[in-house]
């Protein structure tokens, strides 16, 4: 089992959505010049290590997680060189590097794809997919009933094509899933995870991480298969025991999107010899709410203690509502599917517990995830309706307002052409979005940017303890780490008396006249 010392137990890790983050030419698309040069504004904010959403080569018909080339960065952001120099220049100033590597599917550009539809049905081109007939009598019905994994959308997973074969795709039409029963397949993304650990990468997210695996009957959802023909299949965890003895080589590590409502089940990929972590979905889907919130935190400490794996905590990424946002509405929890455009928002509100709620997941036992401008505490975007380029919410029929108003273009510079970001933004930055800018909030005591920094610096004080749950008011969160540093969040209507204390290290807001802890306001004490 592993060594308390080992960096990704107790990590703070920065996700970088390159599209978005910062522009080195001027273009409108953020590329990895603009992340070179903020790599000292990223090891100013004291994180450990930058996790990149797919940064290869792409058509981008989502988001990049439709890969045309893993071994090639899109132009767009740079090139492979490039690349090299910045993990080796991140790693000057103590940071680490994870890619995203997305083995369920491949870009419909891609070399394999092509070829599978040039060599026709029957062919060995098309093995590495999953091709079939169709159902009906002249095969015009798809294969079978699959329901799309982009929660909402209505249409099939199946497209046909013009020779009359089917091929199945979880995703868009553009992302066609590789069947992963061949061992080209699993020998290729060795090959890759091999390729990225040579050039100094730390570590691998690995995307719809419980999706590869297919029943190849591909029988259909209404003859109630059992085990499921494509959600968390056994064969996953043979795939990922051979995936970590590659990374072992290199001292690599995993964090695994497995989005698994049972725990039992999830704990499964974090055994010893298979995934080292997984994203923590419940976590990041809890209403703000201080019951629900301690039986997530509760149940997510249980469900790795027996596999000796640190639990993660998220509170958003490049698909979900920006927390700001999402604490500011009458649901707070987060649910694909009821995502609605012009649902009511105080965003006031919201920044005040996404500010708490910082407080609390940096004192949490285990690796926590930063999604790029949620230290800059910026809200879900309204993106115009002719300017939305992400396929969810084409795939809803418009419905689902999709996922761009995460992904809005940072500001970086209060004075500066389209606040610092670049060129001409690729999805336009809403009206006020330079009084987020990071040169402002770095010279602010008492923005979201100085609050994250103080919490990072200060994080360690927690040490290496596990959590005591201390006793607490209903609505009061109160724990203590071994180290004697505590932490305690109020979400109760009323006041709460702060526990007896040495020094108060940080908080999220101030505290009342009589010193108590207010509404949505959380403190670390030293005890
Ligand atoms: C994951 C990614 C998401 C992408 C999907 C298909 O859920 O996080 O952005 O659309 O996989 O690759």
Redesign the pocket.
């Known amino acids: 089992m592993g060594q308390p010392t080992e960096w990704w137990r107790s990590a703070v890790i920065y996700q970088v959505y390159v599209r978005s983050f910062a522009d080195g030419d001027a273009d409108g698309t953020g590329d990895l010049a603009g992340v070179r040069a903020r790599l000292p504004y990223l090891a100013e904010l004291g994180v450990d290590a930058l996790w990149f959403t797919p940064w290869y080569l792409s058509p981008l018909k989502?988001?990049g997680?439709d890969v045309a080339d893993y071994r090639a960065i899109d132009p767009a952001f740079g090139t492979l060189a490039e690349a090299e120099k910045l993990i080796a220049e991140a790693r000057e100033l103590g940071i680490r590097t994870l890619v995203d590597i997305?083995p369920?599917?491949v870009s419909d550009q891609h070399p394999w794809f092509r070829a599978a539809l040039a060599a026709g049905p029957g062919s060995p081109e098309r093995e590495l997919f999953h091709f079939r007939r169709g159902r009906g009598a002249d095969g015009e019905l798809p294969p079978n009933d699959w329901p799309s994994q982009f929660v909402g959308s209505t249409e099939p997973v199946w497209t046909r094509l013009p020779d009359g074969d089917w091929y199945l795709h979880l995703?868009t039409p553009e992302?066609p899933d590789l069947n992963w029963g061949h061992p080209a397949v699993r020998q290729e993304h060795e090959d890759i995870l091999r390729f990225w650990f040579e050039r100094g990468v730390a570590g691998v997210r690995i995307?719809?991480a419980a999706l590869l695996a297919k029943d190849p009957a591909l029988p259909s959802l209404a003859d109630r298969p059992d085990p499921h023909p494509f959600v968390d299949r056994d064969e996953l965890h043979d795939i990922y025991r051979s995936w970590r003895a590659v990374a072992d080589e290199y001292d690599g590590v995993f964090v695994g999107?497995v989005w698994l409502p049972d725990t039992e089940r999830f704990a499964r990929y974090l055994r010893p010899d298979e995934l080292h972590t997984a994203f923590n979905f419940s976590f990041l889907s809890c209403p703000w709410d201080a019951e629900r919130l301690r039986t997530s935190i509760d149940t997510t400490l249980a469900e790795h203690a027996p596999v000796g794996a640190p639990a993660t905590w998220v509170l958003c990424n490049?698909?979900v509502t920006r927390t700001v946002t999402r604490y500011g509405r009458t649901d707070t929890g987060f649910d694909f599917a009821t995502k609605a455009f012009g649902t009511p928002t105080d965003v006031a509100l919201g920044t005040r517990r996404a500010r708490a709620a910082a407080l609390l997941s940096l004192a949490l036992p285990g690796t926590v995830y930063v999604y790029q401008g949620e230290e800059l505490g910026l809200p879900e975007a309204d993106i115009p309706r002719d300017r939305i380029e992400d396929p969810m919410h084409f795939r809803s029929g418009g419905s689902d307002p999709g996922r761009d108003g995460c992904r809005v273009p940072l500001p970086w510079a209060a004075e500066a052409p389209h606040a610092g970001f670049g060129g001409e933004p690729w999805l336009p930055q809403p009206d006020g979005w330079a009084g987020y800018a990071a040169d402002l909030q770095a010279a602010d005591p008492g923005s979201m940017l100085t609050l994250y920094r103080e919490a990072i610096r200060l994080r360690p004080e927690f040490g290496e303890g596990p959590l005591t749950w201390l006793p607490a008011p209903d609505g009061v969160l109160a724990f203590a780490r071994a180290e004697g540093v505590l932490c305690v969040v109020n979400l109760a209507d009323t006041p709460a008396e702060l526990p007896a204390h040495s020094a108060l290290l940080l908080a999220s807001g101030p505290l009342d006249s009589a010193g108590r802890l207010p509404k949505d306001v959380a403190v670390w004490l030293r005890a």
Do not use: T
Request: hydrophobic content about 15%.
């Open positions: 989502d988001g997680y997305v369920n599917h995703f992302q995307d719809s999107e490049h698909d």
